[in-house]
């Protein structure tokens, strides 16, 4: 992590709370991970909590649901507030960007809506919401909770204010785009 930071990258840390152990791939259905919470912190934790250690910048979350963490069924974690919010944010301590994992996977994108899945991923503490089958119905879908106060305004000027510090650290403020033929040179290639 120190490495990828020391070369003006965002490090990060996935997929939160853990993804290793499980039979289904996220991409084509909802995984389950029916370990308890002992064995959640002894074993799936232990990589995040060394992470946000070091200063980890990002952590992205994971589609899979985790009974001993949120027994809501047929929920994942990244629309879950209590792993997102209660177990990284509040119990972890971790303050940087938590993005999710592409929206478009069927572990999501079969159960919610664009509108719903992107409301749901930024009330339960998403940052960034990626990769959603529909943009304009994600942002639609986040602007109208705001309005109807199932995501606090201040929660959305937090998200905000943390992806414009990434952005200043990173200097993208600076140079908004990439100089393609310095590449090379810049990787060794």
Do not use: C, Y
Not at 38 to 50: I, K
């Amino acid at each position: 992590l120190k490495g990828i930071q020391a070369g003006g990258m965002l490090s990060t840390a996935k997929h939160f709370p853990g993804h290793g152990d499980t039979a289904t791939d996220t991409h084509l259905d909802l995984a389950v991970i029916e370990h308890p919470r002992a064995r959640l912190d002894a074993v799936e934790l232990v990589p995040f909590r060394a992470a946000i250690a070091a200063g980890i910048d990002a952590v992205m979350s994971t589609h899979i649901r985790l009974p001993a963490l949120d027994p809501t069924e047929g929920l994942p974690a990244t629309l879950s507030r209590p792993i997102l919010t209660g177990l990284l944010r509040q119990e972890l301590g971790f303050d940087g960007l938590v993005f999710t994992d592409s929206m478009s996977m069927h572990a999501i994108s079969r159960r919610f809506t664009p509108e719903q899945a992107a409301a749901m991923a930024v009330q339960a503490g998403a940052d960034v919401v990626l990769d959603s089958p529909d943009p304009e119905a994600a942002l639609r879908g986040i602007r109208d909770a705001v309005e109807r106060g199932q995501i606090p305004r201040e929660q959305v000027e937090r998200s905000a204010e943390r992806i414009l510090n990434a952005k200043a650290r990173l200097g993208l403020h600076l140079a908004r785009t990439v100089d393609v033929e310095a590449v090379p040179g810049a990787i060794g290639g």
